[in-house]
């Protein structure tokens, strides 16, 4: 299965976000690309990092963009992974948008909210971020969740193949430091889950967490060029378990009260 990783500068003309993703909806689909995945926040930007407030954000424009996307997924056949805030009432959600090719919709919900997040946000959907697409499972998690070994422990327990990590990670400067520091933890939950970890994050100011993919042995297999828009692809196969990820299975079962 091919993936084709967007990570790109928001703008804050919102029209320019919604072009750069549609094109890259098209090229990804050129490039033989079955799946595209998007930074967190892509359709708006991420508040207050990338854009003031959340009350920048027009929704009924925004509604209209999706609605452009959707069908444009639909013409071309292919799933996306859209990192978007969307309305819950009075409130909004910091979200990914699944959308497969027959128009379908579901709904991730950051779960994680704190400081700035947790006032803002809200975390309505009850669904797992988990779907199978050409016979890969595929969980989705947003951010700061990498933190928690929790949330990928779930994906673990549902046998997921690949979890895809969607950022907006950026400072004003350069910090090698929590660069090195947000890669470990994608490699962990590679390595302790024995799942691939595909991860994308935004380019508006200087990257603090990769776009890339990094193996279940932690080998980053592929990582695009920081700072800068790129679409980048990955190919996935489903490879055999080697002694020490059959060893990591065989006590995570163990550990969580399953026969080892």
């Known amino acids: 299965m091919k993936f084709a990783l967007l990570q790109f500068p928001v703008s804050r003309d919102p029209n320019d976000n919604y072009a750069q993703i549609k094109q890259a909806i098209r090229d990804a689909q050129q490039q033989g690309a079955q799946v595209l995945v998007t930074q967190e926040c892509a359709l708006s930007g991420y508040p207050p990092v990338e854009i003031r407030s959340v009350a920048e954000i027009d929704f009924e424009q925004q509604a209209a963009a999706f609605e452009e996307i959707v069908q444009l997924v639909k013409d071309k056949q292919m799933h996306v992974f859209l990192g978007l805030i969307r ?151 489903r490879g055999e378990y080697g002694f020490g990820a059959k060893g990591i299975i065989a006590y995570s079962d163990k550990l969580l009260g399953r026969a080892l």
């Open 87 to 237: 309305p819950c009432g009075d409130k909004v959600a910091n979200s990914v948008a699944i959308i497969s090719p027959s128009g379908e919709v579901q709904y991730y919900d950051k779960r994680a909210l704190w400081g700035w997040d947790a006032d803002n946000f809200v975390s309505e959907s009850d669904f797992n971020g988990i779907v199978e697409i050409h016979g890969v499972r595929i969980g989705v998690r947003v951010c700061y969740e990498i933190r928690f070994p929790e949330y990928f422990r779930e994906l673990y327990r549902e046998q997921v193949d690949v979890a895809i990590v969607s950022l907006c990670d950026v400072q004003p400067v350069p910090d090698a430091h929590r660069l090195s520091l947000i890669k470990s933890h994608l490699l962990t939950r590679a390595i302790e889950n024995v799942l691939t970890v595909i991860s994308v994050n935004a380019s508006t100011f200087a990257q603090t967490a990769p776009t890339g993919v990094i193996d279940p042995l932690g080998n980053t297999l592929v990582e695009a060029a920081r700072d800068q828009a790129s679409l980048t692809y990955f190919n996935y196969q």
